[in-house]
Every structure is written in structure tokens, then in C-alpha cells.
């Protein structure tokens, strides 16, 4: 089957094959510079060098089956996923203003094979290698993911305590590939599977790697995960719209749910209720117990990037790439497109780094990019931001650390440092900064005693700081 992008405006009914798509697109990446099924970082967010091997690992260049004619997938409620602003698409084509886009995508029923393949769960293998001997090569042991590169038993604050491997990490600012659950349960992504560590044993429990399919080699690239406030179910959300949800303590899958017609960017649990936000800026509320999950939707302007529930689940905020926090109130019932945020705020540049306060329950800070570099709190109430800090440095993400009452940020350039803020409201300032990255820290996470902070960055390096 192919899979085609179909553009309709002027060109109505012109349909270009994905074979003939995603060659054009590794010839104009050739000549121009990484393309990608997701907006990119500019100027100094991405090294300047191409990467074929990324970029096909992002536009997934491996075709669909052939076996079935490509049919529309309809939503609950007739929600599409269409783009009705023109310029630039997020599928990386240069389109004309006022074109609307529509991306066709198959609906599979029960007795047909889908074209991506499901996660399968992996016991680890615990290997007398696990730990770098003395004298060995660490970038031989380095392809092991969480081989143990580094340790130290004594404990100082703002050090790092373990250093591991994590190869396959995605270097996208945009992606949110790693969560720590309430039971201590480490998530990261690195690659097309997703590997579990526990974080007290300090051991891999297991992986959930693409299942094998004779004659098929999909590259199922994982754009963000996130467990479940209870630490009993983890979401997985992939490039071509899939969610699939894992029972890890049964080791077995949950559901898959096909809701979006595009990138998954971000997840976010109200209790068992499931929100998704798209790189079409949908965000679909979902209840996996229900046969049709779909319960609401609304739809932002920009792209998501990312997606959070306060602590006390009266609302929600969202972040755009372009730049724009939106917060929405509880009531999610209903498909519409004229629900309207009830605050919207504006920075410079994407609203990735996010995280509600929790403590401050109408608190939320916010990270800015390469261009900003400012950090900020903002009372949600008023819609203003209350106290700001100028880290001169890209901020890729932050956590709040609730029982050390700390504020924790990743950085990239020029120093891909780990800072620890102390934030007596209205006052925000540095206590430490911890550099052991020699990439930008993309990713954050903290363990439900607040004690050790867990930090992946693009060096594919895995750190574990006492704090």
C-alpha cells in the first residue's frame, strides 16, 4: 500500500507517493540540511552537520504495506487532523498560504495486520559486562544500553553519583522521551524501543523493542512517553500517531489507540483520563477503559510540544512551538473547535521546558530556547510572569523537586549544564550548577522523594545527581 500526502487547493486531487515524498525530501535534506516530521530547532539548536541515518529514523522511510487501498481514518466526533494556515508544513513540504492539508491514514480492523508493529516486551540480560572493567573501551561498552560508565559511593551533593550509556537517544529538542514513576521506575526511549531501569536496585528490568515481522523493518521511532500518576501504566507515543499503553508489572500491553493522524509530541494523565497533544496542535482527551476513548477535543494554533496537568487537575497547560502557554479549564467533554484557552501567555521562543509548581498550585515555569534562554514563573491566575532569571544558555527542560522545594534545569549550549534553583517566590536564583554533559541535557526527571535527579542528554550519556 502506498501512503499518500494528499494537498488540497489549487492542486486539488494531486496526490504524491510516499516513495516519491520521502525522496524528495532526502534530496532537498542533502543539499539544505536535516528535514524532519517534526519542527526543528534553528540556528544553533541542531549541529550543522546532516545526519542520513537520523533523518531516516525520523521520516521512517521504510513504505507501508502494499496489500490494502489506503482509506481515511475518522476520528470520533469527525475531528481531522487538517492544517488550515498556510507557509510552512510540519511534514517538512513548503506549501502556498491559505492551503488546507489533509493526511489520509489507513484505519485497520481487526482482521488486518496494521503497518506498524506493536512493542514486545524484552526480559534484560544481565551480563558479567555490565559494569565498564578497568582498561576497557567506553565506546565498545557504550552500546549497551545503561551500561554502567561510571560510579562513585560517596554521596555529595550536586555530584553525579552514576554515568551510563544510552545509546540510540534521539538528539530533538522536541521530544520528551523520559519519565520516572512513583515507584522509582525509569522510562527512556532510545531508538525504537524503550528500555525500563529501576532506579533503587540500580538494575534494567527490561525493554519493549519493535515485535519481529518477516520481510518488514519499520522503524517505529518513539516521540514521548509518560506513566501514569499511580506508576502502573506507561504511554508510549510514536511519530505516526500511535499510542500504545503497557502494563509493565504484567509485562503485557494494554491497548493501542490510533487518535491522532500525526506526531504524538506529549502526554499528560488525569487520574486514568489520557491527553495527547499533536504536532497539528490537537489535543484529544481519551479514557483507554471506554471502546471509543475519544471523550474531547480541543484544538490549539501551533504545534504542541508540551502538555501538563496541574497538580490539583483543575486545569491544563499546554505549549506550542511557537511560543504561546495556554492554560485550559477541567470541563474536556465534547469534541468542539471553538473551546478557548481561559489564559494565554507569550515568550520568545517554544514552550518545551515546562512544569507546574507544586506547591504554588497556580504557579508554572516555562524555559526558553537558544534566542531566549529565560527562565520564567508565571501566575496563571493573571496571566503574568512574576519573576524571571536570564540563564544565557538554551533551556531543554526542567522539574520541580517538591520535597527539596527546588527548581531544576537541563541546559545546551555553551555549557549543557544541570542547574538547581532555589525558588522562594517572588525570588529566583542559582544555588549550583552541575556540568558533566558534553551535549545539550534534553531530557529531566525526578523521583517521588525528590532525592536523586535522573538527566539524558544528546551524548547519550544517562546521569544520576544527588541532590
Avoid at 13 to 23: A, D, L, N, Q, T
Avoid at 252 to 264: C, D, F, G, P, Y
Avoid at 269 to 286: E, R, T
Amino acid at each position: 500500500m502506498h501512503m499518500f500526502l494528499s494537498l488540497q487547493g489549487p492542486n486539488d486531487g494531486h496526490h504524491v507517493s510516499y516513495r516519491r515524498f520521502r525522496r524528495r525530501i532526502i534530496q532537498r535534506s542533502s543539499s539544505e540540511g536535516p528535514a524532519a516530521s517534526t519542527p526543528l530547532a534553528t540556528g544553533g539548536q541542531r549541529e550543522p552537520r546532516f545526519d542520513l541515518e537520523a533523518v531516516c529514523q525520523r521520516l521512517e522511510l521504510d513504505s507501508p504495506p502494499r496489500d490494502h487501498e489506503p482509506a481515511k481514518r475518522h476520528l470520533q466526533g469527525n475531528l481531522h487532523e487538517t492544517e488550515l494556515a498556510g507557509g510552512v508544513s510540519h511534514c517538512g513540504g513548503v506549501t502556498s498560504p491559505n492551503t488546507q492539508h489533509t493526511f489520509t491514514a489507513r484505519r485497520w480492523t481487526a482482521t488486518e495486520n496494521a503497518p506498524e508493529q506493536g512493542l514486545v516486551w524484552r526480559a534484560a540480560i544481565h551480563e558479567h559486562g555490565n559494569v565498564q572493567q578497568a582498561g576497557s573501551d567506553e565506546r565498545t561498552h557504550a552500546l549497551q544500553p545503561f551500561a554502567i560508565l561510571d560510579s562513585t559511593s560517596v554521596s555529595q551533593c550536586g555530584k553525579s553519583l552514576l554515568k551510563l550509556a544510552t545509546p540510540s537517544l534521539l538528539n530533538d529538542y522536541y521530544t520528551n522521551l523520559l519519565d520516572c514513576s512513583c515507584d522509582g521506575i525509569i522510562a527512556l526511549a532510545l531508538g525504537s524501543s524503550v528500555y525500563l531501569w529501576n532506579s533503587e536496585t540500580r538494575a534494567l528490568v527490561g525493554h519493549l523493542a519493535p515485535s519481529p515481522q518477516p520481510g518488514r523493518a519499520y522503524l517505529q521511532t518513539i516521540s514521548c512517553l509518560s506513566w501514569s500518576r499511580d506508576g502502573r501504566t506507561l504511554c508510549i507515543g510514536t511519530r505516526r500517531g500511535e499510542m500504545q499503553l503497557w502494563d509493565v508489572e504484567q509485562k503485557k500491553s494494554m491497548r493501542r489507540l490510533w487518535s491522532h493522524q500525526s506526531v504524538v509530541m506529549a502526554l499528560s494523565w488525569k487520574q486514568q483520563l489520557l491527553s495527547s497533544g499533536s504536532v497539528l496542535g490537537h489535543i484529544h482527551h481519551l479514557d483507554p477503559r471506554a471502546p471509543s476513548p475519544l471523550v474531547g477535543a480541543i484544538v490549539q494554533k501551533e504545534a504542541i510540544c508540551s502538555l501538563q496537568w496541574a497538580p490539583g487537575e483543575d486545569c491544563l497547560a499546554s505549549g506550542s512551538t511557537e511560543g504561546l502557554l495556554c492554560i485550559w479549564d477541567r470541563d474536556i467533554a465534547g469534541v468542539t473547535r471553538s473551546h478557548q484557552p481561559i489564559t494565554t501567555m507569550t515568550q520568545p521562543s517554544a514552550v518545551k521546558a515546562m512544569g507546574w509548581c507544586p506547591w504554588q498550585r497556580k504557579m508554572i515555569a516555562t524555559g526558553g530556547g537558544l534566542k531566549d534562554g529565560e527562565l520564567r514563573i508565571w501566575d496563571t491566575d493573571l496571566g503574568t510572569c512574576v519573576t524571571s532569571a536570564n540563564t544565557k544558555s538554551q533551556i531543554c527542560s526542567l522539574r520541580w523537586a517538591e520535597k527539596k522545594r527546588y527548581l531544576v534545569t537541563g541546559h545546551g549550549l555553551p555549557h549543557h549544564q544541570v542547574t538547581c534553583w532555589s525558588s522562594e517566590f517572588p525570588s529566583l536564583s542559582p544555588l549550583y550548577q552541575i556540568r558533566a554533559h558534553s551535549d545539550r541535557v534534553l531530557h529531566l526527571a525526578i523521583n517521588s522523594d525528590s532525592t536523586p535527579i535522573f538527566s539524558a542528554g544528546a551524548d547519550q550519556r544517562f546521569h544520576i545527581w544527588d541532590m
